[in-house]
């Protein structure tokens, strides 16, 4: 079937997620909670961030007991953290394309309030979004399939005519079991390619 829907993934797809860019001004012991994620107790703070169940405040208070630095510094850091997602801009350039040829744009992210406030205030590209689902709205998380089924059923779009485009594996891999067409993104120029074999009759640009 022909895809007329498209679902994003935020971080590291519409947006680049550089910590390293802000750390030099950070407490060194900022490291290991933004570049370690997969540490366990780690990785529990910013999931119930992202389902919603800290406010920031908590979040910054978490963070500042695991890291054993002052509320003020985590509070800061976690702002500069913010600054650090940075425009994917050949992504943007595409979902522009892709939004005037007519098809259907999504929105699907793991994302806290406060950091999809942020992003919806800084970047023009949420305005080409049919819809958006966020995690902390939807109280779970990629990749639960149950937030994929959510998208699929509050815009009333098929998985057939639908292509999913995440960063992470795991996210691809429940998209994918739901019958929805996906593609990883790690490399732009990859990426565009597998995109062409998707969307045959868009004409993509090469990086």
Request: charged share 25%; glycine share 2%; hydrophobic share 40%.
């Given at each position: 079937m022909e895809i007329t829907n498209i679902i994003f993934d935020l971080g590291n797809v519409m947006v680049k997620w550089s910590p390293e860019t802000v750390l030099p001004d950070l407490d060194k012991k900022f490291e290991k909670i933004f570049f370690e994620s997969k540490i366990p107790v780690f990785e529990r703070v910013w999931e119930q961030s992202d389902i919603?169940?800290?406010?920031e405040i908590q979040l910054i208070k978490q963070i500042s007991t695991l890291t054993e630095v002052s509320i003020d510094k985590t509070r800061h850091a976690l702002k500069m953290l913010k600054h650090?997602?940075?425009?994917?801009?050949?992504?943007?350039?595409?979902?522009?394309?892709?939004?005037?040829?007519?098809?259907?744009?999504?929105?699907?992210?793991?994302?806290?309030?406060?950091f999809a406030d942020y992003?919806?205030?800084k970047y023009q590209?949420?305005?080409?979004?049919?819809?958006?689902?966020?995690?902390y709205e939807e109280k779970?998380?990629?990749?639960?399939?149950?937030?994929?089924?959510?998208?699929?059923?509050?815009?009333?779009?098929?998985?057939?005519?639908?292509?999913?485009?995440?960063?992470?594996?795991?996210?691809?891999?429940?998209?994918?079991?739901?019958?929805?067409?996906?593609?990883?993104?790690?490399?732009?120029?990859?990426?565009?390619?597998?995109?062409?074999?998707?969307?045959?009759?868009?004409?993509?640009?090469?990086?």
């Amino acid at each position: 079937m022909e895809i007329t829907n498209i679902i994003f993934d935020l971080g590291n797809v519409m947006v680049k997620w550089s910590p390293e860019t802000v750390l030099p001004d950070l407490d060194k012991k900022f490291e290991k909670i933004f570049f370690e994620s997969k540490i366990p107790v780690f990785e529990r703070v910013w999931e119930q961030s992202d389902i919603g169940n800290l406010s920031e405040i908590q979040l910054i208070k978490q963070i500042s007991t695991l890291t054993e630095v002052s509320i003020d510094k985590t509070r800061h850091a976690l702002k500069m953290l913010k600054h650090s997602l940075l425009l994917n801009k050949p992504m943007c350039d595409l979902m522009t394309g892709l939004y005037e040829s007519g098809y259907n744009l999504y929105c699907l992210s793991n994302i806290s309030k406060s950091f999809a406030d942020y992003l919806m205030d800084k970047y023009q590209f949420f305005k080409y979004f049919k819809g958006i689902v966020f995690s902390y709205e939807e109280k779970c998380i990629k990749p639960d399939i149950q937030i994929y089924k959510n998208l699929l059923s509050k815009f009333s779009i098929s998985a057939a005519d639908t292509l999913f485009i995440d960063d992470r594996l795991e996210n691809i891999l429940s998209a994918q079991s739901l019958g929805i067409a996906s593609i990883q993104y790690y490399d732009h120029k990859i990426f565009l390619k597998e995109l062409s074999n998707k969307l045959p009759a868009f004409n993509i640009i090469p990086a």
